[in-house]
C-alpha cells in the first residue's frame, strides 16, 4: 500500500485541491445563490414585499427559514453520529479515500438534484439539502485527517491556509462564472447547482489521483462496525490524557455553535433583515467576504506564528464577539451590512484554517488519524447542530432572525473565556 510521504509538494497540492473542488458548496449552495432562492420559492410576495414566509412539512407549519435551518442540523447530527465509526472502520482497514469519494459523491449528485427543488414537493427538496450537507461534511471529517500525515507540525498551519485559501478562490470563480450566467444571458439559478456538482467532483479526481487511501492500522478481523466502536472507545480514553486537547476541544465545541451558523444563515439573515439589499448586491457582498477569506486564512497563520495558536484563535474570537454585538444593534442599512461582510470574511478564514491545525498540532504521535479527527469534527458538528437549531428555535418562537444573535454572541464569548484555560504546556491529565 502507497505510503504518505510529508512534505511532498505534490501530494500537498493534490490535498488542498479538495478545497478548490467542494468549497463550491458551501458558497453557491449554502451562502449565497440557493438560499436567495429558497426564499424567493417559499414566500409569498406582494408588491415586493413578502407577505407569508410560512411553509407546511408533513402537516407541521414552519417559517421557511426555521425549517432550513432545522433540516441542516439534521444533516450535522447524522454525519455526528456516523463519522466515528467510518473513521474507525477507515483506519483498520486503510480505506479513508473511498470514504472520502463516497461522501464526495452524496453530495455532489445531491447538489444536482436541487435542480428539481419545488416548494409543492418540499420534502423531497429537503432530502436534497440533508443529502448535499452530510456529502459535503462527511467527506471532509476524512480529507481533515489526511493533513497530520502530508505534512510536518511546523507547516500545518500554512498547508492548512493554503487549502482554505483555494477554496476560497476556486468556489468565488465558480460563483462569478453563475453569476454572469444568470445576469448577462439570463440563465435559470436552478443550472447552477448542476455546476456544483460538476465542478466538485471533477475537480475532486485532481485530489483522488494523488492520494492514497491511507495507513492500514491493523488487519480488520471479525466485524468492523464493533471495531470502529472499539476505536471510537480507545480514542476517548486516549483524550482524556491530554489536557491541552480536552481543554481545546471544549473551546471548539462552543464556539463552533457561531461560526458555522453565521455561515450557514448570513444571506438568508440580509434577506429578511436589512432593508433595500439587492440580491445582485448581496450576492456581490459574498464574493467580498470570499476575497477578504482568503487574505485572512493567510494572515491569521502568519499572527499564529507570531504569537501562538491559541492566542491567535483568542484574536479571532474576540473580533467574532464584535461582529455579533455590532450586527444586533446597528446593521439595518445595506452599507452597515458590507462592513460586516468585510470583517467576516477576515476572520472566517482564520479561524476555520487555525481550528484545523491547532487539533493536528496538538494530537499525539498516532497512525489512526482518522479516528482522532473524527472527535474534532464530531465536537464541530455537535456544535453547529446546537447553534442551528438555537437559531431557528429562536426565530420560530420570537419571529424574528435578529434576536437569534444574541445566542450567537452568547457561544463566542463562553469559547472566548475557555480558551485562555488553556494550558501552555502538556504537563497534566
Known sequence: MAQLQKGDKRLINAW?????????????????IFPIFYEAHTSIKEGGKVISDKVSLFGVEFINTELYSYVVALSFVIVSLSSPILSGIADYSG?????????CWLGSLSCASLFFFDKDNLGLGMVSILLASVGFWGSLVFYNAYLPEIAEPA??????AKGFGMGYFGSAILLILNLI????????????????????????????????NGTKVNAASGSVISKGFRELYKVWNQLKEYKQLKRYLIAFFI?????QTVMLMAVLFAKKEIAGLEDGNLIVSVLLIQFVGIAGSYLFSKLSNRIGNIKALGVSLFIWI?????????VYTPNAFYVVACSVGLVMGGIQSLSRSTYSKLLPA???NASFFSFY??????????GMLSFGAIEGITGGMRNSILALITFFIIGFLVLLTIPKTENVK
Open 16 to 32: 488542498t485541491f479538495y478545497d478548490w473542488a467542494n468549497s463550491s458548496y458551501p458558497l453557491v449552495i449554502t451562502t449565497a
Open 95 to 103: 480505506s479513508k479515500k473511498r470514504f472520502m469519494q463516497f461522501f
Open 155 to 160: 507547516d500545518h498551519d500554512r498547508v492548512s
Open 181 to 212: 450566467a444568470i445576469k448577462g444571458f439570463g440563465m435559470d439559478a436552478r443550472y447552477s447547482f448542476i455546476s456544483v456538482a460538476v465542478w466538485w467532483i471533477g475537480f475532486a479526481q485532481i485530489t483522488f489521483a494523488r492520494l492514497p
Open 255 to 259: 464556539y463552533s455553535m457561531g461560526v
Open 322 to 330: 464584535g461582529i455579533c454585538i455590532g450586527t444586533y444593534a446597528f
Open 366 to 368: 498516532t497512525e489512526d
Open 377 to 386: 469534527d464530531v465536537c464541530e458538528k455537535i456544535g453547529i447542530v446546537v
